[in-house]
């Protein structure tokens, strides 16, 4: 069962071993209580320039262990809604509709670009 959709601010921090107390455990506890990310995160975060060839490959190997939920049409509609509703850009509104679609609370360490969005439970991590 999954019960988490991972921003990829979080996965990016696990990845680089964020030093914030209790950041580590929590993602590592979503992990074990089912995750999944949204291509966008793929995306944004296989697509970050700062990787060099073994932090793209660990990268890879993180993102290979998590389920991607991939840009069906009724995610499309979701994004389509939430974008005609609320002040939210693109990526994030993909990530809030495949939230939303697939009944995924939220982790990610930008509550501010979410909290208005009805229906959607936001967790930050880092706090």
Not at 49 to 70: M, P, T, W, Y
């Amino acid at each position: 069962m999954t019960v988490w959709l991972l921003d990829s601010n979080v996965v990016m921090g696990y990845l680089n071993q964020d030093s914030t107390p209790g950041f580590i455990g929590k993602f590592e506890q979503a992990l074990l209580e089912g995750a999944a990310v949204s291509v966008i995160t793929t995306i944004e975060v296989l697509g970050w320039r700062g990787h060099d060839e073994n932090s793209r490959a660990n990268a890879k190997n993180l993102l290979g262990c998590i389920v991607e939920i991939s840009l069906a049409a009724p995610i499309v509609q979701q994004t389509i809604s939430l974008r005609s509703n609320y002040s939210i850009k693109l990526p994030d509104a993909v990530i809030a509709a495949s939230a939303l679609n697939h009944d995924l609370k939220l982790m990610t360490r930008n509550q501010a670009d979410f909290k208005s969005i009805v229906g959607l439970i936001v967790v930050n991590p880092f706090e």
